[in-house]
């Protein structure tokens, strides 16, 4: 299989291409530009079109009109970009138009900095916008998974007509990684009966989640809510490492992950039972991953970049049956493998000689 | 015997639920009059968003798309660019297309977006209960500027027809009206050209209609058509603001 180094922004660039994405709208924001860069090149090549938009509303509803004729599109954006975003997705997730949407996370509030972060989780996994709402959300670590989560998310998206979103951070997004270009899945989609497209032959279609009247509101309300509920229950991702046997666990998404494995393998060294639940998926939230040890864990380190905010899903997933703790760095900063290890065996009286 | 009038076939059997003596009625006919003329309606994709307008995707007999306030002439984008070979069009209202959705008009139409717009203007926000658009008159009484607009606070009307009237990518810029028959005849000559320019693919087009709001404005529905005239068609530039070169021979 072809294999070539590529920036984890591209990897999810040319995994979109690959995925049968015809048409990108953005707007160019350190640091997911290399996506919306890379695609003006590729994409044309491809039969495609980069469009690029007035702003950042103005591309998230260009999706929305792409996406209700049933072609495959995205857009990709950083944190104050996705911010602006949130009307359209709201909108995307009501009218249940698949769309595929990055957010390459930067430090915030506000403009923040350009570095590696993770505090748009409340926002990406909660709704973000009006309403009662989810995008699915998808963490890669890695700039494979960049390529690999894209692929998925298209296929995701089009299966439950909902907007997709892959979460990484600058930091995956500028990291050059050997990636093997695969095929795309072959996966059975339902067919895009519902798409505005002329009506030739067919009785007029119309896309709307406008209801004025409150019986019918609920009614499409109770039809999201089952929706919603359905994905939260059958499309829980996650990766374990040392899971099995683990007394203690790391718990981290994305970049967080990635260096938590690290530290799992130095404290398997000292004889420690550590292990790690890597989210894949960060809505839904995988609660599964917890089911098995949550009698049994002696404690949680939730690994952020950010105040802490996973590590509310983490408690509910573990039902408070276990402590777990916050270790973070935030505004661009990453912890090393020491420091998160530090903060295990600190918080847990964990004595290397026990051999735990 | 002949039948000599008949409901278009632009417009579904979906019985209009404006306001009485609103015109939007006449300008949803219109519209609907053009799609079968050209015989576009099963070709041609309906933009509206948010506002009285936003009633619209019942109405015709296309297939429809709703958007949020404001956003429609960018779906409308996003639909053209994904189906460059059909017809896309927004209905939307001033308070809409002149006030939240300001980037998008101005930028579809630097863009010379492949797309038809129609816009009614009635000189304040219709469906929220009447209150004050950058549309609304000098000294026009709305709930939001109860004392008359005080231009010294809150600037002067826009003119947004003239603005895009400057943009290359704007090939046909009309301001019509529907309050005489006249007048009804030169707003269809305008609309259907419009989509004539689209189906030719010379650029964007934009036809703006002054429309009456009897409900909001707090008279009757004669009253409202005499009130447009007098207030209105003085401020707002009618007719032909721009017919680019390509046009001409339409
Ligand atoms: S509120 Fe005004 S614009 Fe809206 S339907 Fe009623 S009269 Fe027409």
Redesign the interface.
Known sequence: MEKVLLKGNEAIAEAAIRSGC??F?GYPITPSTEIVEYLSKNLPKAGG?V?Q???E???I?????????G?R?MTASSSPGYSLKQ??LS?LAA?ELPVVIVNINRAGPGLGGLGPSQADYFQCTKGGGHGDYRLIVLAPSKAQEMYDYTMNAFDLADKYRTPVLILADGFLGQMMEPIELKERPAVELPAKDWA??????RA???????ALTNEVMEGYCLQWEKKFAGIQQAEQQWEEFYADDAEYLFVGYGTCGRIAKDAVLKARAMGLKVGLIRPITLWPFPEKAFAPIKNTVKGIVCVELNAGQMIEDVKLAIECKAPVVLCNRQGGMLPSENYILDAMLKNFNIAISEGV | MEKVFGRTKGLTDVPFHYCPGCTHGIIHRLIGEVLEELDIIEDTIGVAPVGCTGFSLDFFSCDFVGAAHGRGQAVATGIKRALPDKIVFTIQGDGDIAAIGTAHAIHVAARGEKITSIMVNNALFGMTGGQMAPTTLAGQVTTTSPYGRDCAVVGTPIDLPKTIATLNGAVYVAAVSVDTPKNIMQAKKAIKKAFQVQQKGLGYALVSVLSTCPTNWGLSPVDSLKWLRENMMPVYQMGELKVAKEVEAL
């Open positions: 015809k048409l709208f079109l469009l938009g007035e702003d509303i103005a591309s509803n260009m999706c929305h009109g792409a996406a209700a004729t072609a599109v009307e359209g909108n009218n505005t497209n002329g009506c030739k032959g007029k279609r119309k896309i709307c989640s406008y």
